[in-house]
């Protein structure tokens, strides 16, 4: 499956730090170009995601109740985000990790703390190297 870079618009972001969220909302609309749609939580990025219909998924891995892996799954079973690139986001970046968020259908991973001057030009890359 390839994507085009310029295809790509609209960017649902799940983090459940509100702190990270108002950063990353900054980094992606205002930086990036990006029209972004944030989530607190899996369960309201499952519900967001069908309306939304992002081109992209940025999904923290580390959550309480749904953590990324999980509300992965769960976009898995919409139709609408049956297919949608996921990249996750998370502190957690040792080999074996990586290999596991990858292996689970994920185009990549962004470490975090994340640079929000760069974060846009992260994702576009990944997006167009790895999509």
Do not use: H
């Amino acid at each position: 499956m390839s994507y085009e870079g310029n295809d790509l618009n609209k960017v649902l972001y799940v983090e459940d730090d509100a702190d990270i969220r108002a950063i990353a909302e900054l980094a992606l609309q205002d930086v990036g170009g990006f029209s972004a749609r944030l989530c607190s939580s899996g369960a309201e990025a499952v519900e967001a995601a069908p309306d939304f219909q992002p081109d992209l998924i940025l999904l923290d891995v580390m959550m309480p109740e749904m953590d990324g892996p999980e509300t992965l799954k769960a976009l898995r079973k919409i139709e609408a985000t049956q297919t949608t690139p996921v990249i996750f986001m998370t502190a957690r970046i040792q080999r074996t990790e990586i290999d596991e968020y990858l292996s689970l259908g994920a185009l990549g991973v962004i470490p975090k703390p994340f640079d929000p001057m760069t974060l846009a030009d992260e994702i576009r890359r990944i997006y167009q190297e790895l999509a």
